[in-house]
């Protein structure tokens, strides 16, 4: 096989970057749709290094499994937007510092 | 130097980083679901450049079509795209520490990529896949075990097994007629096969004059599906037996594709029961197999059905598009049919394995080895409706209910029903008046 004109290393390390980014926006906002946003981003990023490695390994399987994770995405996505839904209903916010309910 | 492919990745790469810092940042709720389809189209040309377009096609649709709608759905729906402006003022170390915590992720992971050599690593060798042939002229349908493992059944004359893979290794073959029992007395021939990794075979069953009986040919090839060529490989096997009496028959393959032109040959003597391949480009052939030396007459013969073994051993292939980058294998075998025997070619593709990353790639390992875990998914994201859906429902209480238990609430106040009877007697007591 020809050696890739784009190395495998650097869409790891894109996938690397986009991750952080995206663990970045869990920690710092506190509107609950930005937050699932970037579990989002971060979810394609982990995507982003299995074709990555699919490739490097030349394995479609990887490809199966990132079939997998956007379905699991999807469903996640529905539920946690209802649950956000639900939330806002009885405490008209989203921001996750409202929800103190169990705080101790 | 940088390449265009390069060139693009360092763009692109750029726009999805530059996408996901906007999302964090912004102060609008709906621009942030807007920047990041930025990046999910960003990531899904990725996907594109990673030799996988049957996923740019659902992180497209998916992620930035239907995941992405739900999020701006929900977002318009409850008026949430505004941010408070006390937001993150609660713990005023939060930013800093995050920044530090993730840099210091972002470093140890880049340099563990950096340090990895992942592309210099060399990949494990592919299970090795290999069919079997049927070119034995006339003879029934056999099947085909490898190990006492039935792996073929009902193979008849003038076709190919699907593709079988196994693990690399040696194994014993064993051909019977169709379904008779794996008894000594019924094999035909017993060969022992050995399979190398990354290996694409193709055993052709040949008739074996010599010995009188059958002889499985080894043919391989693979073709490299990452490895774009600009021509195709035919691999030719020479499967018609010599005549009784004669050890040499060998036969020549040329390109008459244009009758004015001189023939070109393309495989010069090969002798029964040998294989060789050669490459051409791409395009429309008509191939000429024949006895060796008889080029002329092969093409003043061209399409005569002449009955001599040797000399008709002209086969057309007319209009055979052979595209780039495949691999095809000829059997020049025997026709038997009615009585007279004619040579004839038998075209199959030498590698079936579809596209690395294509959706019928995907779709055979989907329907395969993935079923168990695709039905699950499945199940999942049925559940995850039903649970949306649960979640979602306003628990309205019937009025008649709500209103018994707000007077049954106050201490010492009656029920509806002993209230409704209060009245009634009331009234009742009234009108006795």
């Known amino acids: 096989m020809d050696k890739p004109e784009v190395a495998t290393e650097l869409f790891v390390l894109l996938s690397a970057v986009l991750f952080t980014l995206g663990s970045m926006g869990v920690l710092l906002r506190r509107n609950a749709i930005l937050i699932f946003m970037s579990i989002e981003l971060m979810l394609n990023s982990a995507n982003l290094a299995l074709v990555a490695f699919a490739r490097q390994w030349n394995q479609s399987d990887a490809h199966l499994m990132v079939f997998f994770v956007m379905t699991v995405a999807a469903a996640e996505v529905a539920v946690g937007l209802a649950l956000i839904v639900t939330i806002y209903r009885t405490k008209q916010s989203t921001d996750v510092d409202d929800l103190h309910a169990l705080q101790g | ?433």
């Open chain 2, 1 to 433: 130097m940088v390449g265009t492919e390069l060139a693009l990745f360092i763009m692109i790469g750029a726009l999805s980083i530059l996408a996901a810092v906007m999302m964090l940042i912004s102060e609008n709720a709906v621009h942030s679901a807007l920047f990041l389809i930025v990046n999910f189209a960003c990531v899904a040309f990725m996907y594109l450049m990673l030799n996988a377009p049957f996923l740019f096609a659902v992180q497209i649709t998916v992620y930035a079509g239907a995941i992405m709608v739900l999020f701006l759905f929900v977002i318009m729906l409850m008026g949430a795209e505004r941010v408070l402006p006390q937001e993150t003022q609660r713990f005023p170390w939060l930013a800093p520490a995050t920044l530090g915590v993730t840099m210091a992720l972002l470093f140890v992971a880049g340099l563990a990529i950096i340090q990895s050599d992942i592309d210099t690593s060399e990949p494990e060798p592919a299970d090795p896949i290999f069919r079997f042939v049927h070119a034995v002229a006339g003879a029934d349908a056999v099947d085909v075990y490898i190990d006492g493992e039935k792996v073929v059944s009902d193979l008849i004359y003038r076709e190919a097994s699907d593709f079988e893979d196994f693990p690399a290794g040696s194994y014993t073959a064993q051909v019977v007629p169709h379904e008779s029992e794996l008894v000594p007395e019924n094999i035909v021939l017993e060969t022992s096969v050995f399979l190398a990794g990354n290996g694409v075979i193709s055993y052709v069953l040949t008739a074996d004059t010599a010995n009188g009986g059958v002889q499985a040919l080894q043919v391989e090839g693979r073709i490299d599906p990452n490895d774009e060529k600009d021509f195709a490989r035919l691999t030719v096997v020479h499967a018609i037996p010599c005549a009784a009496g004669t050890t040499s028959c060998p036969i020549e393959v040329a390109d008459i594709t244009e009758p004015g032109k001189d023939p070109q040959v393309l495989v010069k003597s090969l002798e029964y029961g040998q294989a060789t391949h050669f490459e051409v480009k791409e395009g429309e052939y008509t191939l000429a197999a024949y006895a060796q030396g008889d080029v002329r007459a092969a093409i003043d013969e061209r399409g005569d059905t002449d009955e001599k073994l040797n000399l008709d051993a002209l086969v057309q292939v007319e209009e055979k598009v052979i595209d780039q980058n495949t691999g095809v294998l000829w059997v020049v075998t025997q026709d038997t049919t009615g009585g007279i025997v004619r040579p004839k070619i038998l075209w199959f593709a030498l590698d079936n394995n579809p596209d690395f990353g294509s959706a019928e790639g995907i779709g055979q390992l989907l329907f395969t080895d993935y079923l168990l875990p695709f039905e699950v998914i499945g199940l999942l994201l049925l559940t995850a409706m039903v649970g949306v859906i649960v979640l979602t429902k306003q628990h309205e209480t019937p009025k008649k209910e709500r209103f018994r238990r707000r007077m049954a609430n106050v201490p010492g106040n009656p029920t509806v029903e002993e209230y409704v009877q209060s009245m009634r007697k009331n009234a009742a007591d009234s009108s006795g008046d």
